[in-house]
């Protein structure tokens, strides 16, 4: 049984960054196949905050995966923003219709939209002119519940459907654990994070150090993405990666004189 939202002619290209085995992709998978046919090109590892690099040095191979006797994959050994051009290029018969990437095992509100290679997936869609959505669980564990995430992901599909995406836009999904409370548009949290290293010393008696810290909000409002989600709602917030500063921009004007 297909429900109505169901079109064959739609190609859903999901995505991820912690990799092709990873519980959130299954989890983002069953609800893009609602919606469409799909195609997983996924990294073969753990991509985590890669942020957009992509691979320039080394080859890019591409091996099958079978994710469950359901669904299959393609295993890209590179990026995340990797898997979405070749995927793009060379990978897909057909080119999709809208790229989903995720879910992720972990926030990215806030400043961690900068470093993470789920919300990259999702960009480099939006630089190729596919209308795309990251999605992540804001509980870092694989066994999270993502029974939200997938409702979230619903109305953002939905959303973009029936909308459409302005060039350039993307969407920015994240989600608490557990059954969806509700979801909200909001706005990336200005934030940062504060003691960040922990120092270690090693079996050969050699210093270490290991990145860690908290999330330092430099922001107030409401419709913060990270004061959204504290509340326990989802948030969905459009962004861009057109990296000008157009404020800034306007009060310029023609050559910068010495
Ligand atoms: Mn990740």
């Given at each position: ?84 051009k ?21 926030s ?10 789920t ?39 939905r ?76 948030t ?5 990666y ?14 910068l004189?010495?």
């Open positions: 049984m297909r429900n109505s939202e169901y079109d064959e002619n739609r190609m859903i290209l999901v995505c991820n960054d912690d990799g092709i085995f990873s519980p959130g992709i299954r989890a983002l998978a069953e609800v893009a196949k609602e919606f469409g046919q799909i195609t997983i090109i996924a990294p073969d590892r753990q991509q985590s905050a890669v942020g957009h690099s992509i691979t320039v040095s080394d080859p890019l191979r591409v091996t099958p995966f079978q994710i469950n006797s359901k669904m299959e994959g393609q295993a890209v050994n590179g990026t995340p923003a990797d898997c979405i070749l995927g793009h290029d060379k990978l897909m018969k057909r080119k999709p219709d809208l790229v989903l990437s995720g879910i992720n095992h972990g990215n509100a806030g400043i961690n939209i900068i470093y993470s290679g919300v990259s997936a999702a960009t480099e869609a939006t630089i190729l002119g596919y209308p795309a959505i990251a999605v992540s669980c804001t509980e870092f564990s694989e066994s999270a519940d993502l029974i939200g995430a997938q409702d979230a992901t619903r109305r953002a599909i959303y973009a459907l029936r909308n459409g995406l302005p060039a350039g836009i993307t969407l920015n999904v994240n989600a608490p654990a557990g059954p969806l409370k509700g979801m909200k548009w909001a706005r990336q949290a200005n934030s940062r994070y504060v003691e960040e290293f922990e120092g270690r010393i090693d079996p050969h008696n050699k210093p270490y150090f290991w990145i860690t810290g908290r999330l330092e909000i430099l922001d107030e409002g409401e419709d913060l993405d990270l004061n959204v989600l504290k509340k326990g709602y989802a969905i917030t459009p962004i861009q057109d990296l000008t500063a157009h404020e800034f921009y306007r009060n310029q004007a023609g050559d004189e010495d």
